[in-house]
């Protein structure tokens, strides 16, 4: 058995629990000022203040790793994103600077649909390769799970390539990588005004193949004026739920369509985007324990109106912050970008947004009970800060200011 210590911290932020937080809750993050954490393995195995640790065990057994007076945290989870694609997207920004809108830019056949046809064209090999890439820069800003979706194939082939690509990349990369298929992502040129019978194509001829091979954990659907409306989106999922897929929802991004009452009413592991969700929406997915999960990047990306976070979490939702890395309306997988947007323009306070990046986060993977804090029995996944509290995460603003990445007990990262 390998057994390790983290010592000499300055504070141990915890966040611990085997459920997600919700409401007020939000802000309990639990730190222990000079505490300790054992690890035996690949485990957490005991958390406390220092002095309490060392009368419990022979430290001599132990590996010593030393915080140098730095805070520990649990590590980041980043629950959702689409980081397996091909191709890029880079006129397009410059398209919406100039004021051109997202759904704008879709009917000139931007958006999605470009970069369908660059995932397309690439090989499973090349998806690997550039999939694995933006993972390895996720690990160095604390990233020790992520979420990623299917979606730009929206043809057979093309959606389980890159849903293989991710079992791929799994086998040899540390971070755990939570699948989602997102076949309904958008309408292809062919199924314009026939919306049904592509529902119909994706539940008949994809999810089949995926489930039967067991390529993901999630069903996913862009349900969106425009795109897949509520009658559709229920069909698609209450199928993929049939089936054995826990659900994902696009929802209430662009319209306030009913997306966020749609995931409650199927209940969803969580609801995604919310910028237009209704007052009915929150209530439903704060009494059905739909984790909410926010994509401040998104709309910044877009120059749109933030998710309103603050009255989520004061209506006794359990909310949850993500990158949404994709190739057009977010290019990022700045951990610290997402920290600070949600700080200064979602009012969340910083114990808000490290329970959004951290416990939460699993929950809407639905891995709370084995990663998202720092509880015995759980992943010994860690960080060690550069600073002595967690609240330099949005005080330096936009800064990486992750110096030691912990995963599976075993130090993967140093910055």
């Not at 600077?97 to 660059?118: A, E, F, P, Q, W």
């Not at 998806?127 to 993972?135: A, D, N, Q, W, Y």
């Not at 860690?382 to 912990?406: A, Q």
Request: net charge negative; proline share 3%; aromatic share 6%.
């Amino acid at each position: 058995m390998i057994k390790k210590i983290i010592l000499n911290t300055s504070e141990v932020v915890t966040c611990s629990g085997y459920e997600p937080k919700y409401g007020k809750d939000m802000s309990n993050i639990g730190v222990i000022e000079k505490g300790a954490v054992v690890i035996e393995d690949d485990k957490i195995k005991a958390v406390g203040k220092e002095e309490d640790i060392l009368k419990k065990i022979n430290k001599k057994e132990y590996e010593v790793i030393d915080a140098d007076g730095k805070s520990v945290m649990p590590g980041f989870i980043d629950s959702h994103t689409h980081f397996v694609f091909g191709g890029y997207r880079e006129e397009e920004f410059s398209w919406r600077l100039r004021g051109d809108n997202y759904m704008d830019i879709m009917r000139r056949g931007g958006g999605i649909i470009s970069t369908v046809k660059s995932t397309r064209q690439a090989s499973l090999e090349e998806l690997v390769e550039s999939g694995r890439k933006r993972l390895d820069s996720m690990l160095k800003f604390g990233v020790t799970t992520v979420e990623g979706k299917s979606g730009y194939g929206l043809d057979l082939e093309t959606e389980i390539k890159q849903l293989k690509a991710m079992k791929e990349i799994q086998k040899d990369h540390p971070i755990d990588i939570a699948v989602t298929f997102l076949g309904p992502h958008a309408v292809p040129e062919k199924y314009k005004g026939k919306e049904d019978e592509f529902i119909d194509f994706q539940i008949e001829k994809v999810l089949p193949k995926v489930v039967e091979n067991n390529l993901a954990e999630f069903a996913d659907i862009f349900c969106e004026e425009g795109v897949f409306d509520i009658k559709q989106s229920r069909k698609f999922l209450s199928k993929a739920k049939e089936m054995g897929l826990k659900l994902k929802l696009h929802a209430d991004e662009i319209v306030q369509l009913g997306g966020a009452e749609l995931a409650a009413e199927l209940g969803a592991i969580s609801a995604d985007h919310l910028l237009q969700v209704s007052d009915k929406g929150i209530k439903d997915m704060a009494e059905k324990g739909v984790i909410s999960t926010l994509l401040p990047g998104t709309a910044f990306c877009l120059k749109e109106k933030y998710a309103d976070g603050r009255k989520m979490i004061d209506r006794g939702c359990a909310v949850a912050l993500a990158t949404d890395l994709n190739p057009g309306s977010s290019f990022t997988n700045s951990i610290p970008l997402i920290i600070a947007l949600a700080a200064l323009y979602m009012n969340l306070s910083p114990e808000e947004i490290v329970t959004a990046l951290t416990i939460n986060s699993a929950a809407a993977i639905d891995r709370v009970s084995e990663t998202g804090s720092i509880d015995p029995g759980k992943k010994a996944d860690i960080l060690i800060l550069d600073y002595p509290s967690y609240k330099f995460l949005p005080y330096h603003v936009g800064v990486n200011i992750v110096k030691t990445v912990i995963k599976d007990g075993q130090i993967v990262q140093e910055n």
